[in-house]
């Protein structure tokens, strides 16, 4: 366990931390020694079903950077998704775009802790999982959360996401 203070931390998991515990959130972030990268290594990693990760993806829409934290047990299927959430075409953000909206890199990025807001849609699949795990910022810190509180930290917005 860390806590927000704890130096040990990389800088943008502490950051992550810090607006976790002033948001409320109880659940901490976690550094593993193992990469949490991918939804796939995350689970093996936390010994959960893939199901649980739930991934920030960032698309572009509309010309802004959007957020899908979805379920790593499916895709997305961006065009049933834009239709459903009233919004243009979802293109998946390229490495850089993921950078500049997030101030995250890919395979770390977490549901908090950009530059600005980001519209949010959180998947209607993750409410199948009690505890989730989410990033908290880099490739090897996630943090225990659930669905209601990703809702809330994020603003978003509860919508099937999935094929
Ligand atoms: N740390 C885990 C969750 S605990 C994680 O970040 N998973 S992830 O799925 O959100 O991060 C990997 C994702 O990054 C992939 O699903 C993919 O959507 C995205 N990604 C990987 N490579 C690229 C790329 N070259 N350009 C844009 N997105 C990419």
Redesign the pocket.
């Known amino acids: 366990m860390e806590s927000p203070e704890d130096t040990s931390l990389p800088a943008r998991s502490r950051e992550v931390a810090r607006i976790l515990t002033a948001a409320g959130v109880t659940g901490q972030v976690h550094e593993l020694t193992d990469s949490?990268?991918?939804?796939a290594e995350?689970a093996a990693a936390l010994n959960c079903d893939v199901g649980a990760?739930a991934?920030?993806?960032v698309f572009i829409s509309d010309d802004e950077p959007v957020l899908v934290l979805t379920s790593?047990r499916h895709k997305v299927d961006t065009a049933a998704l834009a239709t459903r959430w009233n919004r243009g075409p979802l293109r998946?953000?390229?490495?850089e775009q993921?950078r500049q909206a997030t101030g995250q890199a890919?395979?770390?990025?977490a549901p908090v802790g950009h530059p600005g807001v980001l519209p949010t849609v959180v998947d209607a699949a993750l409410t199948d999982y009690p505890q989730l795990?989410?990033?908290a910022g880099t490739?090897r810190t996630?943090f225990p959360t659930t669905v209601d509180e990703l809702l809330r930290l994020t603003g978003g917005l509860l919508l099937p996401v999935g094929p």
């Open positions: 949490t990268r991918t939804a995350a990760i991934n920030s993806l790593g998946r953000a390229t490495p993921v890919i395979g770390g990025v795990w989410a990033a490739p996630v």
